[in-house]
């Protein structure tokens, strides 16, 4: 499938570009107007929305600012007040637990139903109920989460009828733990459906074929599934990295509302930003302060990216 | 086992014995666990549903059970009561709008990315995709300063604008699949007939794939009606809330004014049930345009 497809990227770059420029000069520049007509408004949304305000957020993040008053040059000392501020740390820590923790038990749960939803019955059922959490609105789970494990909430009394001592699911030292799960409840689903979706692109051939060499189901998983469905795994991960910083409203409403924010326990990057500036009774607005704390993070994550795709790249594999 | 067999059958019966237990084990263990993770979701949408025409003292009593008094009036409730109905037309015109705009911005530049012969469309495309990337709390700071200049903080334009910028990266991504997958004879076909790139993409590519467009416009419109970072930065009147703010208000309220938990969860029913009857109506464009992008 990939030499095909890059055999197919090859002739579309090459042939035409060759021959329109020996051709058609015109009608090469003619194609450059159309290409910046059509590209124009998103570049330009683009710029405005997402780009510019990143850019002005690295600025911002060297001065003190409340947004009223004229802002006032501090260089880099933000960043090191970051480094001794134990909300922030805290909050750092918090979002690298929910990547590698919430990540490792998303993947390994993933690869494991994947590999056995495959030769299920009822699998699209299956796949449909363990996806749904990931298009339901994060506030709404969120609100159900609590309200499930509360002090008198339903576990405890569901519990309780099986005769089980309340839990405190939600004192300070669990509540963490709590969100990481509800965390991973949430969005499991959506990278279980993108495993399944890579494993159902493997020929059924080379399971076959691993079965008559009498291959264990662990090694089938281990010489069949992880290898020829590694491409579609490791886009997966960038994507769960992703998706883990930008994690906002399902903590949020874990304990928090319009005016006040959830216990510091919870708190991620995105949290303490909204935290610094708008959320709370009394907004804080320390722009500077809360983007520095967000540019730091947004380059965090950007070298872990860039190393993750470092380590998961390896030669193709051709089926 | 045949006598001639005798050298490989050792090997074999080994295999079998030490595959039989954990393979055994292999079969059902797995399956239960899966249905019982299945189960856990189906339980906990009964409940919620349940929940939300149930009494406060019924939710607790007996999570599990029936309603004794049927209480529909929650929904009632909280529709005109909690500022759910403002809410959820708010959140129609603000995603609606920002949906239909991402379709009709992202399609021509995912056409232009993918089909035409232009140095730095490839990287032009890579700079797309980094905007994935890019968090909204990075962005709501500047955005917030910005939008108040222009004047369009608490404006359900403001929120359009933005909503279509965030939805941009991910559109542009999705459809540059969609379009470099229509077979190139059609739009030579499409260029032998005379058509200019505007009669082409309009003619020939939109309708090639309408189910790309369709489930961008799925996507986006699931991850805009559920978004409240941005809405709650930059909505403040009671007029322009969104459905999400509206969820949060009656939470606040229910935090402060003791607990009406059947209103709670008639509210997060209001939230919920437009999502799951999209998903049970239009499952396939929204799994497969969820997972579509990662396998390509």
């Given at each position: 499938m990939s030499v095909l497809e890059s055999e197919r990227v090859g002739t579309d770059a090459d042939a035409p570009g060759r021959t329109a420029r020996t051709e058609a000069r015109p009608r090469q520049r003619s194609q450059r107007n159309w290409f910046v007509l059509f590209v124009l408004p998103a570049v330009v949304l683009y710029a405005l929305v997402l780009i510019g305000p990143t850019v002005f957020s690295i600025g911002v993040s060297l001065f003190q600012w409340n947004g009223l008053t004229p802002p006032e040059w501090r260089g880099l000392r933000n960043y090191e007040i970051l480094f001794r501020d134990p909300v922030f740390l805290r909050s750092l820590v918090n979002t690298l637990v929910i990547l590698l923790v919430g990540g490792a038990v998303i993947f390994i749960v993933g690869f494991f139903f994947a590999a056995f939803i495959r030769t299920m019955r009822g699998r699209n059922f299956i796949r449909s109920a363990l996806f749904f959490p990931f298009i339901a609105s994060p506030i709404a789970l969120s609100i159900v989460w609590g309200v499930l494990f509360q002090y008198r909430g339903i576990v405890n009394t569901l519990l309780g009828e099986l005769g089980i001592e309340p839990l405190e699911w939600l004192s300070s030292e669990n509540i963490f733990k709590m969100a990481v799960t509800g965390t991973i409840w949430v969005s499991a689903g959506l990278y279980l459906t993108i495993l399944l979706a890579g494993i159902d692109q493997i020929p059924p051939m080379y399971y076959e074929v691993a079965e008559l060499e009498g291959a264990s189901a662990f090694q089938r998983f281990r010489y069949v599934t992880l290898p020829l469905s590694w491409d579609v795994a490791s886009v997966a991960a960038i994507l769960w990295t992703i998706e883990a910083l930008k994690l906002f409203d399902f903590l949020f409403a874990f304990g928090g509302a319009t005016t006040t924010m959830p216990p510091v326990e919870i708190w991620n990057s995105s949290l303490f930003v909204y935290g610094q500036t708008f959320g709370d009774q009394v907004p804080a607005y320390r722009f500077g302060y809360a983007s520095a704390s967000a540019v730091l993070m947004l380059l965090l994550f950007g070298v872990i990216v860039v190393l993750l795709r470092r380590i998961l790249r390896r030669e193709p594999i051709e089926l | 086992m045949s006598p001639q067999n005798?050298?490989?059958?050792?090997?074999?019966?080994?295999?079998?014995?030490?595959?039989?237990?954990?393979?055994?084990?292999?079969?059902?263990?797995?399956?239960?666990?899966?249905?019982?993770?299945?189960?856990?979701?189906?339980?906990?949408?009964?409940?919620?549903?349940?929940?939300?025409?149930?009494?406060?003292?019924?939710?607790?009593?007996?999570?599990?059970?029936?309603?004794?008094?049927?209480?529909?009036?929650?929904?009632?409730?909280?529709?005109?009561?909690?500022?759910?109905?403002?809410?959820?037309?708010?959140?129609?015109?603000?995603?609606?709008?920002?949906?239909?705009?991402?379709?009709?911005?992202?399609?021509?530049?995912?056409?232009?990315?993918?089909?035409?012969?232009?140095?730095?469309?490839?990287?032009?495309?890579?700079?797309?995709?980094?905007?994935?990337?890019?968090?909204?709390?990075?962005?709501?700071?500047?955005?917030?300063?910005?939008?108040?200049?222009?004047?369009?903080?608490?404006?359900?334009?403001?929120?359009?604008?933005?909503?279509?910028?965030?939805?941009?990266?991910?559109?542009?991504?999705?459809?540059?699949?969609?379009?470099?997958?229509?077979?190139?004879?059609?739009?030579?076909?499409?260029?032998?007939?005379?058509?200019?790139?505007?009669?082409?993409?309009?003619?020939?590519?939109?309708?090639?794939?309408?189910?790309?467009?369709?489930?961008?416009?799925?996507?986006t419109a699931v991850s805009l009606w559920n978004e409240v970072l941005i809405a709650l930065t930059f909505v403040q009147s009671n007029d322009n809330f969104t459905l999400g703010f509206s969820l949060m208000s009656l939470l606040s309220a229910i935090q402060y004014s003791g607990a009406d938990y059947g209103l709670l969860f008639a509210g997060v029913g209001i939230m919920l049930v437009p999502m799951l009857l999209l998903f049970v109506l239009l499952r396939r464009f929204v799994i497969e345009g969820m997972t579509l992008g990662v396998g390509k």
């Open positions: - | 005798t050298a490989r059958a050792p090997r074999r019966a080994f295999q079998r014995a030490t595959r039989s237990t954990p393979g055994r084990l292999f079969g059902w263990l797995p399956r239960l666990v899966i249905w019982l993770f299945v189960g856990f979701n189906l339980v906990v949408l009964a409940i919620t549903l349940l929940s939300s025409v149930k009494t406060t003292k019924d939710i607790f009593a007996a999570p599990l059970g029936l309603p004794t008094t049927w209480e529909w009036g929650n929904w009632s409730t909280a529709w005109s009561n909690s500022g759910f109905a403002v809410g959820a037309i708010n959140s129609l015109i603000v995603v609606g709008s920002a949906s239909i705009a991402v379709v009709a911005i992202a399609a021509p530049a995912a056409y232009a990315l993918s089909r035409m012969n232009v140095r730095w469309a490839k990287q032009l495309s890579t700079a797309f995709v980094l905007g994935i990337g890019i968090p909204p709390h990075i962005i709501i700071i500047p955005l917030f300063i910005e939008f108040s200049q222009l004047g369009l903080i608490n404006s359900k334009l403001g929120l359009i604008i933005v909503y279509t910028g965030v939805s941009l990266p991910f559109a542009v991504f999705l459809l540059t699949g969609f379009m470099a997958a229509v077979p190139k004879e059609i739009e030579e076909a499409a260029s032998l007939d005379g058509a200019g790139p505007i009669a082409t993409l309009v003619r020939i590519f939109l309708p090639t794939v309408r189910n790309g467009l369709l489930t961008v416009f799925i996507i």
